[in-house]
């Protein structure tokens, strides 16, 4: 009911303080006809000592009477032709105006007690924090153990808690500072080194980093049975180009996994990829009669292999064999500066001082490339 009363006076206030100002009627500038009446009144007198003192004529005296008359007669009040039409639609003006201003209350009010629902109490933070568990969303619980964990940081036991929440909820970032946070104040075990790595994985796009390989190789130390941290292992030696041992590892954690395993579909997908043959791209002999068909047939046809090759660098780049495929394809074909972005992407890929960076320089150099220093 406070709600209705408020809503009524704010309205009624509202209105009021437009539909004043359309009601008034605009002022007569009285002031100014009094004066300019008592100006004619000044000129008739001005008049009849002008004929008195004969400087004027009879004739001309009268026909000035007669203007000074017309004038005062104007000013008494008499409307000129076309004047009440206007007036008439100032006044229409304003009674569509005040319509427009009533109209506006009463149709929000109409559609609010339609559609909307005045009668459902707030709900704020405060009160949606201390319901029941079992009554929240998952948003809400987060919220929860947020506050709790900003007021209490060194809870360990709810940074074990959130972690995984987070980890659901893909925001892998606040997860892997959750799981960081447990190990520091609860210690490590299997799990938490595990979901931390998945955690940073997922938060660097599927590359497994030096410290998610370090949390990988603690979770298996901790426990050598665990399904994720090993399939995640092998995953790391695929991207570091030992294929062979990958397939050796999926395929030993397959043959340990129960039926009804959520690991069985991930491990035969990645055994799938990794057994599938591979093109590293076009040959020598591919290259040299591609350098021998028409420009245009020669580009469509280097468009397309070259574009395979670096796709497939994309996923693996760390297939050493594929980066000298791709710098020696180039080379056939004479695009020599896209041969030394492909050496440079390489290097980088592997990291300047490595052993596999000075033999792609030297590959590099085999086939004619000029190498800078």
Do not use: C
Not at 122 to 143: F, G, H, T, W, Y
Not at 224 to 235: G, L, R, T
Not at 261 to 281: E, F, H, I, M, Y
Not at 330 to 349: N, P, Q, T
């Amino acid at each position: 009911m406070l709600f209705w009363v408020i809503a009524a006076v704010l309205t009624l206030v509202a209105s009021l303080a437009v539909l004043l100002p359309l009601a008034a009627k605009p002022k007569l500038e009285t002031a100014g006809s009094r004066h300019d009446l008592e100006v004619y009144r000044d000129q008739l007198s001005e008049l009849d000592r002008d004929l008195a003192r004969g400087l004027i004529q009879p004739t001309e005296a009268e026909q000035a009477r007669a203007e000074v008359a017309r004038r005062i007669i104007r000013l008494g009040g008499e409307e000129k032709p076309g004047e009440q039409e206007p007036r008439s639609a100032s006044a229409n003006l304003r009674l569509i105006s005040a319509a427009a201003v009533l109209a506006v209350p009463l149709i929000s009010w109409g559609t609010y007690a339609r559609l909307g629902s005045p009668d459902i109490p707030s709900q704020p933070l405060s009160e949606r924090m201390v319901k029941n568990p079992a009554e929240s969303s998952v948003d809400e619980l987060v919220a929860r153990a947020e506050a709790h964990l900003s007021a209490n940081p060194t809870d360990g036991q709810g940074w074990d808690v959130l972690a995984p929440v987070y980890l659901r909820m893909q925001r892998f970032g606040d997860a892997a500072n959750a799981y960081r946070n447990a190990i520091k104040l609860l210690g490590p075990t299997s799990e938490r080194q595990s979901g931390l790595g998945e955690a940073l994985v997922n938060a660097d796009g599927g590359q497994i980093s030096a410290e998610a390989k370090l949390a990988f190789d603690e979770a298996l130390k901790l426990d050598p049975a665990n399904s994720k941290a090993s399939f995640f292992v092998a995953m790391e030696l695929a991207q570091d180009g030992r294929k062979d041992e990958a397939i050796a590892t999926w395929q030993k954690m397959r043959a340990g996994l129960p039926e009804g395993s959520p690991w069985l579909d991930a491990v035969d997908q990645a055994l799938a990829r990794a057994q599938a043959p591979v093109t590293n791209g076009p040959s020598k002999d591919e290259m040299e009669a591609a350098a021998a068909m028409s420009p245009e047939d020669r580009a469509s046809m280097i468009a397309g292999m070259v574009a395979r090759l670096d796709e497939k660098l994309k996923q693996n780049p760390k297939d050493a064999e594929g980066w000298m495929q791709l710098i020696r394809s180039y080379l056939v074909i004479g695009e020599a500066d896209k041969a030394k972005d492909a050496l440079k992407r390489a290097v980088s890929v592997f990291g300047p001082d490595s052993e596999q960076a000075k033999e792609f320089v030297a590959f590099a150099s085999s086939n004619g490339l000029e190498v800078a220093e």
